[in-house]
């Protein structure tokens, strides 16, 4: 295929005119198809990407901090850039001192000072110390994720057996007494003691160790945290009771479910599910109580 110069006279043959159509039809779908790759760069899909700032190798499918943010709306610049692309976070191996700390599931190998991304949110492979087969979450500790009966990550699926083991991982799907319930009376397991339970302030609001608000009439009483020992399937139960002008509150775990009486006033903070050929709790059941418990009937 030729050029036409200035001033020739120019036919087009169907087949050169068709050849032209195909190739424009390819070039605008190739930049459609580059528009949209672009937006879903910038789009919450559940990936952010990591600086290596660890000082070492980070594995792939390896948990990593998530530390300060690289680019920050400093400026209008960097206002403009922060707005439209995918965050850039500086990471960092998991310690004692930050396993507290937001953390992502690195998605690639990635060397020290470099960036890569990591799983924020959605379904990722990951090693997870099994410590019993019963357990459906997974939660951090310094030395990586552990299984556990209440966490930020369920297990959709794991290899047989405990110690190390392959699974697949649900971030954001703790859901049941994981660590994204935000609010007061938050049902917890407890790291030290195996088959025990935490009702704690899941909001970080109220310090001085309570762990929730009830309010009645014009009576507001901080409750303080709990801790249950757990012994089969139970029904995490608030009580409240009102004599001599005052309210006595109450926390407890019973194998059967809350009775609602006019002498007292109950609420429902969770549910323990029991493994009984095990003897071991497998999943707490986080009734959603949008933090303060309200009381009407007494007022």
Not at 61 to 78: A, T
Not at 89 to 106: H, T
Not at 176 to 196: C, I, K, M, V, W
Not at 215 to 233: H, M, N, Y
């Amino acid at each position: 295929m030729k050029k036409v110069i200035t001033g020739e006279t120019f036919k087009v043959k169907a087949s050169t005119w068709n050849a032209f159509i195909d190739a424009a039809n390819f070039c605008r779908n190739n930049q459609l198809e580059f528009g949209s790759n672009a937006l879903r760069g910038n789009s919450k899909t559940g990936i952010v990407l990591i600086q290596n700032d660890s000082g070492a190798l980070l594995e792939q499918f390896s948990p990593v901090i998530l530390d300060d943010l690289i680019i920050q709306p400093d400026d209008d610049e960097k206002e403009q850039e922060f707005k439209s692309r995918v965050p850039v976070f500086s990471g960092k191996k998991v310690s004692a001192d930050n396993k507290d700390m937001p953390f992502a599931i690195l998605q690639t190998p990635l060397e020290s000072e470099k960036i890569g991304k990591a799983l924020l949110l959605g379904v990722t492979p990951v090693k997870v110390n099994i410590g019993n087969e019963s357990h459906k979450y997974a939660k951090l500790n310094a030395a990586g994720l552990v299984s556990t009966s209440s966490g930020v990550g369920r297990i959709l699926w794991k290899e047989s057996g405990t110690g190390e083991k392959w699974a697949l991982l649900q971030l954001g799907g703790g859901g049941s007494g994981g660590n994204n319930y935000s609010g007061f009376f938050r049902l917890t397991a407890d790291e030290d003691n195996e088959n025990t339970i935490k009702v704690i302030d899941g909001s970080d609001t109220l310090g001085g160790g309570d762990c929730g608000v009830f309010v009645s009439g014009i009576d507001k009483i901080t409750v303080p945290e709990k801790t249950l020992a757990i012994s089969g399937e139970s029904y995490v139960v608030f009580e409240a009771v009102y004599a001599d002008e005052e309210w006595t509150t109450e926390i407890k775990a019973q194998s059967s479910f809350p009775e609602f009486t006019a002498d007292k006033f109950t609420a429902l903070l969770g549910v323990v599910k029991w493994n009984s050929e095990e003897n071991i709790m497998c999943e707490i059941v986080q009734i959603w109580n949008n933090g303060v418990i309200y009381n009407n009937r007494y007022s």
